[in-house]
Structures are given as structure tokens and as C-alpha cells.
């Protein structure tokens, strides 16, 4: 079966572009990808009633969303090189494994050291398949075809942090937080299996490079000194750590500002995924039309300017939701095509430079989040004022020759 994987992973390197991006592999993919961000917030809705069991704090559950970050963010950074010199297939495999043992902990857990234990072995399992999912992606396409699946995957990461508040609530509801950690394992286990089934491994043993601390360090020094990486993935990073203050920020805003239920809340996270819907299938029109770096930094100026109107406009509903729509619109297309800039130079170190892609946007998203928290202003304002730097950041860095 090794043998047979590795024949087909050696044809897909060959063929590149030819292979046909279709509904099992998008599927796949887009499963892998969002994974991470469907585990993180599908669980909040179920908060206050996981406080009462555990005989803690909303507030001091907050640990187990930092924790999964930290962890998550870190462990980035060694599965991407080990990717590249042992292939794809046995850590997607580990990975999954090691998030559906992180999920069982959590559905067991008496206590919050408990929880927030499950959670980091969750974080751990589920940074294989974020990194991989885009590796993978490198390893099967290429220019034009590259863009088109990042921009479908991409979707899909952002379709789940919008749909899974709305899931969340209806497990906790009818079957109690422990099944929404049953849910997310269940879940894992199918793609396990499809992926072992369906794909295996992409990354040809031809294309693979030494390891070492040494060859690792001077790998993500080089990502780091290279215009052609650092511009496009520094712009996207700032772009999804805006993305993730957002989803901190807004309960505040719709909640304590406008006065929406938590069913509402959910509502509203879902109806903005479709104007990512929209943006994903806009991204690769426009960079067949204008070329991908002319397109990635239209998708930054319209989101900029959505993020202008948020600080300056005024403080009512309709406008949030106007200049939230264009910021949305403007994110949707930067990321996937910003992703694919940033990784179609280097087939041979994929998997290091989608792990330090990751990195970078899970530390832009802590900072963000961060000064969010410590802004002495309303939560409009801060958010506001997060997103407008953030862009403002991204628009000047994608102006580095590509």
C-alpha cells in the first residue's frame, strides 16, 4: 500500500497543474484546513454551561482558547520541516490521531487543568493538518491552479469559524458540551480515513531535504530574509489576525451594543461567511485577469477601506455591517492568493514555509486580540482601530517587489 501511495504521490509531483481539483480532494483539503478553527469555535456557545460543571469562570476558560493557540502556533514550526524530509502522509495520519486522543480528554475532563490539557494535545494533533493541508496543495498545483485551490480551501477555513458557533450551540443544547468534542473527533476520524484512502502521500521522495537543527534554522532564515516569502506572508498574516480579532471583538459589539441574543450572534457569523463565499470564487478570476500580486493587493485596498469606514464612520448597525461586508470581501480574496505568492517559490520547502506562514498568522492574531484587550477605548473603536492598522501594515509590506 506504501508503495502503491508513494507511485501515485510521485505521478501527482509530475503532472502538477493537471491534476483536477475535484469535490473529494476539495473536500479533503478544506477538511484539513479548517479542522482547527472548527474545534475552536464550536465550543464557545457552550462556555457557560462547561463553567458550571467544571466549577470555573467563563473568564478562566479562556485558557483553553490561549493555550490551543500557543500550542498550535509552535508546533507549526517543527511539522513543516519534518514534512518536507519524511513526506506528508504519516504526520497528517499522527496528527489526526493525536486530535481525536486531545478531543476524548476534553470530553471526559472533570476539571480545567484537565480540559486545557485536552485542548493542547488537540492543538498539537490538528497543526499537522493546517500546515499539510496547504503543503499538500503546493505539492499537487501550480501557478493559476495553486491560487484556485488555496482560494476554495481558504473558504472553507473561514466558513468554519463562521458555521461553527451556529453547530456548536445546537450539540450543547440537545446533547451537552462533551458532544461537541465527539463531534470534532468524529469528524477527524472520517478524514483520516478518506485521506488515507483517497490521496496518501504527495510529497515525492526526489523532492525531499535533509534534516537537521542547523538545516532548520537556516531554512526559516531563509524564508525570512526572502522578499518573495516574507512580503506576501507578513501581508496575509496581518490580514487573518485582523480576520481573528474580528471574531474576539464582535460578541462585545453585537451583544452588549446592539443587543443580539447569542442565537443572533451565531446568525450573524454565519451570514458573513457567504461574502467569503463570494471572495474565494472572486480571487482566482481576478488573478487570471490582473495577475495574482496586482489582485492581492486590491483584495488589501478594499479591505482597507472597509476598515477606514469601521474607525471613522459612525456607530450603528447597518454601517458595522456595510463596512465589515467590504473589509470581508477585501480579506477573502488577499488570502488565498497572498498564501499562494507566498509559497509557489518554494516546492521543495512547502511544508517549512506553510508552517511558518502559520506561525506568523497565529502570532499576528495573538497580538491582535492582545491590544484589543488592553485598549482603553469601546470595543467599536478598538476593532476600528485594529483593523485599520492591521491593513494599513499588510498594504505596506505587499508593496515589496515581488
Not at 506553510?354 to 506568523?360: D, K, Q, V
Amino acid at each position: 500500500m506504501m508503495q502503491k501511495h508513494t507511485h501515485v504521490a510521485a505521478g501527482n509531483e509530475a503532472r502538477g497543474t493537471q491534476k483536477a481539483l475535484n469535490a473529494e480532494l476539495l473536500f479533503l483539503l478544506a477538511g484539513l484546513a479548517a479542522l482547527g478553527a472548527l474545534a475552536t469555535n464550536i465550543i464557545l456557545p457552550a462556555f457557560p454551561d462547561m463553567a458550571v460543571d467544571l466549577g470555573t469562570s467563563v473568564i478562566d476558560l479562556s485558557a483553553t482558547l490561549s493555550s490551543f493557540f500557543v500550542a498550535f502556533a509552535v508546533g507549526q514550526l517543527f511539522v513543516g520541516p519534518l514534512s518536507d524530509r519524511f513526506g506528508r502522509r504519516w504526520l497528517v495520519l499522527s496528527g489526526l490521531i493525536a486530535f481525536v486522543i486531545g478531543s476524548a480528554v476534553c470530553a471526559f475532563a472533570s476539571t480545567l487543568p484537565q480540559l486545557i490539557s485536552g485542548r493542547v494535545v488537540q492543538a498539537l494533533g490538528v497543526c499537522t493538518t493546517s500546515v499539510l493541508s496547504r503543503a499538500i496543495a503546493r505539492d499537487l498545483f501550480d501557478g493559476e491552479a495553486l491560487a484556485r485551490a488555496l482560494s476554495l480551501i481558504m473558504v472553507a477555513m473561514a466558513a468554519a469559524p463562521g458555521f461553527s458557533p451556529l453547530l456548536g450551540g445546537a450539540f450543547n443544547s440537545w446533547l451537552g458540551w462533551q458532544s461537541t468534542f465527539a463531534f470534532v473527533g468524529v469528524f477527524a476520524v472520517v478524514l483520516a480515513v478518506h485521506y488515507n484512502v483517497k490521496l496518501g502521500e504527495t510529497h515525492a521522495t526526489d523532492k525531499r531535504s535533509a534534516i537537521s537543527v542547523p538545516a532548520i534554522l537556516g531554512t526559516y532564515w531563509q524564508l525570512l530574509i526572502d522578499r518573495r516569502f516574507i512580503a506576501p506572508a507578513l501581508a496575509v498574516s496581518l490580514v487573518i489576525g485582523s480576520l481573528y480579532a474580528f471574531f474576539a471583538v464582535a460578541p462585545a459589539i453585537l451583544m452588549a451594543g446592539f443587543h443580539f441574543s447569542p442565537f443572533g450572534l451565531g446568525i450573524f457569523f454565519a451570514s458573513t461567511v457567504f461574502v467569503v463565499f463570494g471572495a474565494g470564487f472572486l480571487a482566482p478570476r481576478l488573478a487570471h485577469r490582473w495577475g495574482q500580486v496586482r489582485a492581492a493587493r486590491f483584495g488589501i485596498v478594499v479591505a482597507l477601506i472597509g476598515s477606514i469606514a469601521l474607525l471613522v464612520g459612525q456607530e450603528d448597525f447597518v454601517f458595522f455591517s456595510v463596512s465589515l461586508t467590504i473589509f470581508l470581501l477585501g480579506m477573502g480574496v488577499v488570502n488565498p492568493l497572498g498564501t499562494a505568492i507566498a509559497l509557489h517559490p518554494f516546492g521543495r520547502q512547502a511544508g517549512a514555509a506553510s508552517a511558518l506562514l502559520g506561525f506568523l498568522q497565529m502570532g499576528c492574531a495573538a497580538v491582535a486580540i492582545s491590544v484589543g484587550a488592553v485598549l482603553a477605548v469601546p470595543a467599536y473603536t478598538s476593532l476600528g482601530i485594529i483593523l485599520t492598522s492591521s491593513l494599513t501594515l499588510a498594504f505596506l509590506a505587499f508593496l515589496a517587489p515581488q
